[in-house]
């Protein structure tokens, strides 16, 4: 009789605690509490354009982005379930100015801090196209038993524990890593369960996508309109002219170049100098994710997992994907 072998979320985490021999399941603990958030978002996700959950909330968040009403109801979810878990001392989204610290004693004593996008690309959730959810996690620098400390959320990309997304398109996937390579999980709504469909995913070193808004071409830098050129140049030996594909939902845009290969772009411009996308809870945990994954993620001239935040909703310019094209650019850029 053959064998059905489904590994879910929690039976692999449960497998790789041997990752973690000084943890005592409080990592575990945490994914598992993100994960029922997660699962909750992915109903409403799925039926926004049946109930009254589209259109703006009537407020803006902190970038001054009208706030869509599943951009609240999310962000208000994912606080909800890490203060429930025990292990979160404080977090930041995008959704708020301020850090939110949890000061009940059970999250004083929490020994990890969390960053999040609670609902990225929320401008296409009104027109049925892929969004998703982006978090780090670092382990807090301040003192456990008190409240969490700005500096916590001030620490370098590269002394991140964790980092994932969920992508809610034709599935929803949680892609995630702990350091031990890139995990792929599709949520089967009818067991309620994320099963591994993707194991070490791994990012062709090579692709023949690129993907960027070349609305703002004329105020690129020069070295990444010399790459676009590049891209669009006839060469058969390297499959060129490439395609070019944007989604305008970074998690959605990334997660299809990691899966085929290929290279995501936001330069800064001449009018936003440190570009769009935000390091903490945008650009870390996708580099972190796309080199575990073979791949590359820099600002065009530093590893973004090198970079120290000064301020938790700063910006970067960002550019991700198979190693061999990110260092072509960065060669572009440096020679411009
Ligand atoms: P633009 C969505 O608002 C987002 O933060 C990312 O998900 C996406 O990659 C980017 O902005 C799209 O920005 O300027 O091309 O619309």
């Known amino acids: 009789m053959k064998r059905y072998s489904i590994t879910t979320l929690n039976e692999f985490i449960i497998q790789r605690q041997a990752d973690f021999p000084y943890a005592k399941g409080e990592l575990s603990r945490l994914l598992y509490h993100f994960v ?6 992915h109903k409403k ?30 962000d208000e979810v994912f606080i909800s379930a890490l203060q429930a878990s025990g292990e979160v001392c404080g977090l930041v989204t995008e959704e708020n100015q301020e850090i939110i610290t949890f000061d009940d004693n059970l999250s004083r004593d929490g020994k990890y801090i969390f960053m999040m996008d609670p609902l990225d690309g929320s401008s296409n959730i009104d027109v049925n196209v892929s969004i998703g959810t982006i978090f780090s996690i670092f ?8 409240s969490a400390r700005p500096e916590d959320f001030l620490q370098e990309g590269s002394r991140m524990v964790a980092a994932g997304y969920v992508v809610y398109g034709s599935s929803t996937m949680l892609v ?33 996508i690129y993907s960027i808004n070349e609305g703002h071409y004329i105020k690129f830098p020069d070295g990444v309109k010399k790459f676009i050129k590049y891209c669009q140049e006839n060469d058969p030996e390297t499959n060129r002219p490439y395609t070019s594909r ?8 990334f997660h299809r170049n990691l899966l085929k290969g290929g290279i995501f772009m936001y330069p800064q411009t001449a009018t936003a100098t440190t570009g769009k996308l935000r390091l ?3 650009c870390n945990p996708i580099a972190f994710i796309a080199e575990q994954a073979g791949g590359k993620a820099s600002d065009g001239t530093q590893r973004i997992l090198d970079l120290k935040p000064e301020s938790v909703h700063q910006r970067t310019p960002f ?12 060669e ?5």
């Open 45 to 74: 996700v799925n039926k926004a354009g049946l109930v009254d959950i589209l259109g703006s909330a009537g407020q803006t968040n902190v970038q001054g982005e009208e706030q869509k009403k599943l951009d609240v109801f999310a």
């Open 332 to 336: 572009m850029i440096s020679g411009a």
């Open 246 to 253: 944007y989604i305008g939902s970074l998690v959605a845009d």
């Open 139 to 146: 382990r807090r620098v301040s003192p456990r038993g008190h």
């Open 319 to 330: 550019y991700t994907g198979s190693r061999a094209m990110v260092e072509l650019l960065e």
């Open 280 to 282: 903490a809870y945008e």
């Open 176 to 208: 995630y890593t702990t350091g031990h390579g890139v995990s792929g999980f599709t949520l089967d709504p009818s067991i309620g369960e994320f099963c591994l469909s993707h194991p070490d995913i791994k990012m062709p070193a090579y692709g023949t």
């Open 36 to 41: 029922v958030a997660a699962k909750i978002l």
